[in-house]
């Protein structure tokens, strides 16, 4: 799909958009922090109506930032409404976990959310329309909304892990005493759960390979398995644990910078990585929605195929895999899953 032309309004369609990460993204999005700085934008937010009202507050305040790209925010409390004409969705509304529970158990509360709005989409949404959905589980909860979208393209259905490679980055950073900004290549694979699949195998941190500097620093295979990959996989509900609730602002800004990414292009010399449907690569099975490092250029993303899996995260990224299957029957045999499902 091509791009609009430079100056034409983008129309953002936010869901449960008086929720917490509703409430963390929306005025960054209107500020320009998503689409770039010379791109007008059209909100579109979603609620139920026991929040509508909510809703309607934040529109008033966005209205009061006086954003010069804001062009207009609507409020509504059906999906149908709110994804007409929809180019850019975020898919946020939908229940947080609690301590002690797995991502996972959100199926049974959020996943009818999500077939609602696939239809909605299918029936509305623009032609160069691109999703992302954050609430989770977020990868399922994506492949849910693609099946009940068949007339659109399903590489445009995309689940957020851009936090965990957040988290990654900068737990390399850590370890190493090194500037964020010099840690690239991370990848993360698999579902969006414990079972994600954080790998260094290809990362660089100031241009050398990672596993070599993190060697300088005393970390080897031992620290990379039983402190990293759990750190960065169990961070989410780290977050719960210390904060009281499940993350907010970091993951509002993952959002932004996968959409950001998407549209606009990764970094030379960088990848990043974001849920996608799988073409089959890396021995992930088609049509799940797998983590997997992309490049993103002209609008598009595409996995990595280069890359080769080293046999530890060959292994853990085949357990993730069948977790997502097993979501994939769990959500199927619920009836959730619409015509492309079906086939
Ligand atoms: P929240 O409870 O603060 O807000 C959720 C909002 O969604 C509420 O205002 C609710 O009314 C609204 N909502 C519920 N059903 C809706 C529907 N059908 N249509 C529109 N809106 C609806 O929760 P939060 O902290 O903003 O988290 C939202 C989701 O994001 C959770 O599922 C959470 O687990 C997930 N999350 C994902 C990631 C990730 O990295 N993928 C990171 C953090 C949180
Ligand atoms: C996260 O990774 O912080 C989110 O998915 C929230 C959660 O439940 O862990």
């Not at 190493?176 to 991370?186: E, F, K, L, Y």
């Not at 694979?189 to 005393?218: F, K, M, T, Y």
Request: glycine share 10%; aromatic share 4%.
């Amino acid at each position: 799909s091509a791009l609009p032309a430079a100056t034409d309004p983008v129309t953002v369609t936010v869901t449960g958009a008086a929720g917490n990460i509703g409430y963390a993204t929306l005025f960054r999005v209107a500020a320009g922090e998503m689409l770039g700085a010379d791109r007008p934008v059209r909100l579109r937010l979603l609620e139920i109506p026991s929040s509508l009202e909510a809703a309607e507050g934040t529109a008033l305040e966005l209205q009061d930032g006086a954003f010069p790209l804001l062009e207009s925010v609507d409020v509504f409390d059906d999906p149908v409404r709110a994804f007409d004409g929809v180019q850019a969705g975020l898919l946020i509304g939908s229940r947080p976990r609690g301590p002690g529970m797995e991502r996972s158990e959100l199926l049974e509360a959020n996943g009818a959310i999500f077939s609602a709005q696939g239809a909605a989409i299918n029936a509305g949404a623009a032609e160069d329309v691109r999703v992302v959905v954050v609430g989770n589980p977020a990868n399922t909860n994506a492949l849910i909304a693609a099946s009940h979208a068949p007339d659109v393209p399903l590489e445009r259905f995309t689940a957020l892990t851009r936090l965990d490679h957040h988290r990654a980055v900068a737990q390399l950073a850590l370890a190493t005493g090194s500037p964020v900004g010099s840690v690239r290549r991370v990848s993360i694979w698999g579902n969006h759960s414990a079972s994600q699949v954080p790998d260094v195998d290809h990362a660089e941190i100031g241009g050398r390979p990672a596993l070599e500097v993190l060697a300088e620093h005393g970390r080897g295979r031992a620290w990379i398995d039983e402190e990293f990959i759990p750190r960065v996989a169990r961070r989410g509900a780290e977050i719960i644990e210390v904060r009281g609730g499940s993350s907010v602002a970091s993951a509002a800004h993952a959002a932004i910078c996968h959409m950001r990414d998407w549209v606009r292009g990764t970094p030379e010399g960088d990848w990043t990585s974001m849920a996608v449907p799988s073409d089959g690569s890396h021995g992930v099975q088609e049509g799940l929605i797998s983590s997997f490092p992309v490049t993103c250029a002209a609008g598009r993303y595409d996995i990595n195929h280069e890359v080769k899996l080293g046999d530890d995260v060959e292994n853990r990224l085949r357990a993730s895999v069948r977790e997502l299957a097993e979501e994939r029957e769990a959500v199927r045999s619920r009836g959730l899953l619409g015509p492309r499902g079906r086939s």
